[in-house]
């Protein structure tokens, strides 16, 4: 169970996230964050560790421990929103993105930080 609540709250990508708390970085514009896809990325939240897969057309894909799921994402405004099948039920969590060094980050209600960085480029 705690592992299905950690992938949920990775793979979100932004679940529920004001961007309070980052006041040193501004929150990434809806040009900015489409620009992100097509794309592969690892996330890191609670200590565990997720690859995905998001496509230009929305479609997206989670793996983690082991397990895989899909879903898809798309922008309500200037919030990424995602939805998976298994990890989030179907139900869409949104937030704002921020990046900071090579990583996209947000902040969740419950002071948890999410953070994610593509991997099919190269990192410094």
Known sequence: MILRTAL???????ASLPVSGLAAA???????????FPGQFEAQVKGYRVNFTGSRGGS????????????????KGAALCVA??????????????SQQGGWYVA???????LKFRRTDIAQN
């Not at 949920?8 to 932004?14: E, G, P, W, Y």
């Not at 997206?60 to 922008?75: C, E, F, L, N, R």
């Not at 902040?107 to 930080?113: A, C, E, F, K």
Request: with cysteine; net charge positive; hydrophobic share 40%.
């Open 8 to 14: 949920a709250a990775t793979l979100i990508v932004a």
């Open 26 to 36: 501004a929150p990434l514009a809806r040009s900015e964050v489409t620009k992100l």
């Open 60 to 75: 997206i894909v989670g793996v983690a421990y082991g397990q895989q799921d899909t879903g898809h994402w798309y922008m």
């Open 84 to 97: 998976f099948d298994k990890w989030t039920k179907g139900e869409a969590k949104c937030g704002r993105i």
């Open 107 to 113: 902040q969740g209600n419950g002071g948890d930080v």
